[in-house]
């Protein structure tokens, strides 16, 4: 049987949307991710500026706004009170010009010398400052203070940002593996939870898949969802039906049109017949009459067989279904098929390991074979056209069981069939080039005969040729995989050798 076209896809529609779903949800985290960093990066910005700028700001306020009044002495001994002198995370340092007032102890966790850290230009507004000492990031805060006799005290307060960057840090990390993490589950989760959504979808596939494989008539299933699955369902079994209502048309007129001329045809062979019989016929007149007979006769034979596709493909035609062996129905044709083979001096060889048990009617299956080994007879050259070292090897016929199915290969060394034809050849009267022109005989149906007998019995034909170096057809058929010898004609049990040569 042929592959199934729903398991070539790369990827399911069901791994499509869980990439889709995962991807967008990606985009989404990052941008949260994102947003959370640099909203916490603010916060905790914004916090120590507000710690710095408050402690500047009480120092100027509580001390240095009392400089006239307490003297310079007071203001620096209460500050020193005020701001203990032990290492912290933090410092304030009270400066005059070039001249250090009070500055706290050096930093520590990371240590950080406060003298290192060089003393801030004067400026008139107050400004926060970022600067790098030995590696360690710290962040300052100076405000000048304006005393009523004129001086200028810059307030310094400052902080190391070790702390703040070792929490965005962390903070970096847990998102990153939180995403991750989250990313793994989604893609999981989301692909087991798109089964049952899609399952509707697999079910009408397969449904799909097998209508019109064995008879007209069927519709997909209706799932009641109310959604858009459940119009395109309606759909579907609508085109369906327009489809079987154009191919009954086609059937019915294919079919009354090969009834209607097979009485004209009847009668006309039967009157020439007998104008046959009149004696003293000139020799024209008779020769005219024979050849207008045998186009009658040809054409009789195309009618007949326009009747046969229609009825298999309309499932119309009654198939006396038996189980035969196919690799005896195979090798008894060849037998009968002999003398055409002898004629064109070809050899037959027919490979066959075991019985091959199929379910179908042995003479629709004897048709297929005739046509098809008929057909590599014909257009095999025979006599001296090959060298003689490839004598013996013409057309094999080989039979044999792959799993579930019956293979059946008919393969000849005769003239091909070129690229361009091949996708065509089992169309109604379709020949290509010499290999399938009037002059060899045929009308362009056998093919197609093939092909409509292997389809009413779920099986499946292919052809593979090349211009010049002969052609295969391969023949498909499901298998019976235990069954009792056949006793119908032509596929009798019975002794038999797994090669047989006919020259």
């Not at 990827?11 to 779903?21: D, Q």
């Not at 203990?84 to 340092?93: E, I, T």
């Not at 069981?401 to 089992?426: K, M, N, Q, Y």
């Amino acid at each position: 049987m042929s592959p199934n076209p729903l398991h070539t896809y790369r990827l399911s529609l069901r791994t499509r949307a869980t990439s889709w779903y995962v991807g967008l949800l990606a985009l989404a985290l990052v941008a949260c991710n994102i947003g959370v960093y640099v909203g916490v990066r603010t916060y905790l910005k914004l916090s120590l500026q507000r710690a710095l700028s408050g402690t500047a700001q009480t120092i100027a306020d509580d001390f240095l706004a009392k400089l006239p009044v307490k003297g310079e002495p007071w203001v620096l001994g209460e500050v020193r009170e005020s701001y203990s002198d032990s290492p912290s995370d933090h410092y304030v340092r009270l400066s005059m010009a070039d001249r250090v007032l009070f500055q706290t102890a050096d930093m520590r966790d990371p240590a950080i010398r406060v003298a290192d850290m060089a003393l801030p230009k004067l400026a008139e507004t107050p400004a926060f400052h970022r600067m790098d000492v030995r590696s360690h990031a710290v962040m300052t805060y100076v405000l000048p203070f304006h005393a009523a006799d004129g001086r200028v005290i810059e307030v310094e307060a400052g902080t190391s940002l070790f702390a703040m960057e070792q929490t965005l840090g962390s903070l970096s990390k847990i998102l990153s593996v939180a995403t991750v993490l989250t990313l793994i589950a989604a893609a999981f989760g989301g692909y087991w939870l798109m089964k049952m959504p899609l399952r509707p979808l697999v079910v009408l596939a397969e449904k799909a898949e097998n209508i019109g494989r064995k008879e007209l008539g069927e519709r997909l299933p209706v799932i009641p969802t109310g959604d858009e699955l459940e119009r395109l369902t309606h759909s579907l079994n609508r085109m369906i039906e327009r489809l079987e209502d154009s191919l009954a048309h086609n059937y019915r007129f294919s079919a009354d049109a090969s009834h209607e001329l097979r009485t004209p045809l009847t009668i006309m062979r039967g009157e020439m017949e007998e104008m046959l019989q009149i004696e003293n016929l000139p020799a024209q007149a008779v020769e005219n009459l024979v050849s207008t007979l045998e186009e009658v006769e040809r054409m009789s034979r195309i009618v007949n067989s326009l009747m046969t596709i229609t009825r298999l493909d309309a499932g119309g035609e009654r198939m006396d279904l038996q189980t035969l062996d196919l690799a005896a129905l195979a090798r008894s044709t060849m037998e009968h098929l002999r003398l055409l083979a002898e004629e064109k001096e070809l050899s037959l060889t027919f490979v066959s390991e075991e019985p091959v048990y199929i379910c179908a009617d042995p003479l629709r299956m004897k048709q297929v074979l005739v046509n098809l080994i008929d057909n590599a007879i014909k257009y095999t050259p025979g006599g001296d056209f090959f060298d003689a070292a490839m004598q013996g090897n013409d057309i094999s016929v080989s039979v044999r069981a792959v799993g579930d199915e019956a293979h059946l290969e008919i393969t000849d060394r005769g003239a091909g069939i070129s690229e361009e034809a091949l996708p065509f050849v089992f169309d109604r009267f379709y020949r290509a080039d010499y290999a399938r022109s009037r002059v060899a005989g045929g009308a362009g149906l056998g093919l197609a005969i093939v092909k409509s007998i292997v389809a009413a019995h779920d099986g499946s034909v292919s052809i593979t040729s090349a211009a010049g170096r002969g052609t295969t057809v391969s023949v498909q058929l499901p298998r019976v995989v235990s069954a009792m010898a056949p006793t119908t004609q032509d596929g009798a049990s019975g002794d038999r050798q797994s090669r047989l040569h006919i020259v």
